[in-house]
């Protein structure tokens, strides 16, 4: 049976005692992003004998995370009211564990799939060019671009508060013509590494290289600072593809199959 979990300490104290057991599993999540869920009642656990399912509620979705003992297989999951997300970073080459064809018998199908592209400052060519942020005036232009740019269950798109905090910290640029907003790129940092986290041109401004324009932008931006830069890119969109590894990031072996139950 599913229940809430309501309490950090003990969500901390659950995924602490699966981890010991080197169980499989996809939960990556940082500590303050499971707090907050749990701080929010958005948790909740069902816990079977050679395993445990960890439900993280979204506004679209359910996050849906696993941990399994070595050589268990999945058990059949609720039905619950909104699509279950199970996204899992594994290394290309030796592939995911459990099989996808192991979720597929509890309801799972495939999604979507992204690939990690990184490129060390060290060996990046960087153009000069000119800077143009974005401004709070932009706000709510970047939220409707995003809402029609990418899926809406595993994009990780900002708030609107979240977003404010990026346009004030310089962390989002813009392509503006006229005073036209025709683009943007929003971009953040894991310690060193700086993550380009959204990129949107919009569709009448597609085909003149405005998406290059604001990546270059980036690179320039945190040059000198960063050690590496990172994004993930869906492995169906070739022409982003084309555009990241033109401008010099390649892929560093880390693929994020998505699968989702409906």
Known sequence: MIAKIADEKKLEALIRAWHSKRTQTNFLLPEADYQQAAKEKRCSVLRFAKGCYLFIEQVNHIDFYFFLEHGAEPISIPSLDKPLILEQVCLEKKGMEPKPSLWKAVGFSPYLERKRLTMPMAEAFVTKG???FADESHAEEIMQMMKESFEPY?????SRETLLDSIRA????AEIDNGELLGFLRFGWEKKNSVLWQIAVKDKARGKNIGNRLVQSWLWQVNGEALRCQLWVRTDNEAALH???KVGFMPDGRVAPVLIKI
């Open 130 to 132: 000119k800077l143009s």
């Open 154 to 158: 595993t994009s990780a798109l900002p």
């Open 170 to 173: 310089n962390e989002v640029l």
């Open 243 to 245: 555009m990241y590894e």
